[in-house]
């Protein structure tokens, strides 16, 4: 019995977790990772400066141009901006959370349609009496609002199941008990 429990101690931490090679390979595999989103962070941020620029130099062209036209591209340009910004926040959570959050991706889709309806609309108003073009423009505008709508249910719903307790947290469902028993007149 003695020998047994000599080979246990033999090797070494199995029982505790992982071996020493597979900790050693998530550590490098995490900072691998991490290095990776800090580059993306980085081109996020260069690209959203990018942006901003753009859209001011785009400001600088109001009097060659109709203003309509100019007041569309730098909307655009900023709307672009608030997407880079977006993902660029949805790094910075994978990067202090360690996990992919949604809720930053369905903003991002938000804004995108919304922009894309900002776009086609002034578009459409082009295309009254190109009766082809023009229903297609407002078909897909409409396509886009669903989108919308749909997007923001879903981010809706993610927000309301965060507010949930988690299944096995036994804080929470002592909590919710209490709850239910003081609303019931059994508290």
């Known amino acids: 019995m ?3 429990s000599g080979d246990r101690g033999d090797r070494g931490d199995r029982g505790d977790g992982p071996p020493q090679y597979v900790r050693i390979g ?15 962070a980085v ?6 400066g990018a942006l901003l620029i753009s859209a001011a130099n785009g400001l600088t062209g109001l009097a060659d ?4 036209e100019v007041v569309l591209l730098v909307l655009d ?7 880079v910004v977006e ?3 949805a790094v910075r959570v ?3 959370k360690r996990e992919v959050v949604a809720e930053p991706f369905l903003v991002v889709g938000i804004i995108a349609s919304i922009k894309e309806i900002i776009v086609l609309s002034v578009e459409a108003a082009d295309y009254v009496g190109k009766d082809a073009k023009f229903i297609h423009s407002i078909v897909e505008v409409g396509v886009l609002g669903v989108l919308v709508v749909v997007l923001a249910g879903a981010a809706l719903m993610l927000r309301a199941k965060e507010r949930e307790p988690q299944e096995g947290d036994n804080l929470a469902s002592a909590e919710a008990k209490k709850d239910s028993d003081a609303l019931t ?3």
């Open 77 to 83: 340009r900023l709307l672009l901006v608030f997407i």
């Open 2 to 4: 003695a020998q047994g």
């Open 26 to 40: 998530n550590a490098l595999l995490a900072i691998t990772e991490d290095a990776i989103y800090v580059g993306i």
């Open 43 to 48: 081109l996020l941020t260069v690209s959203a």
């Open 65 to 68: 141009t109709a203003a309509s």
């Open 185 to 187: 007149g059994r508290g």
């Open 87 to 89: 993902l660029l926040f």
């Open 94 to 96: 994978i990067l202090g």
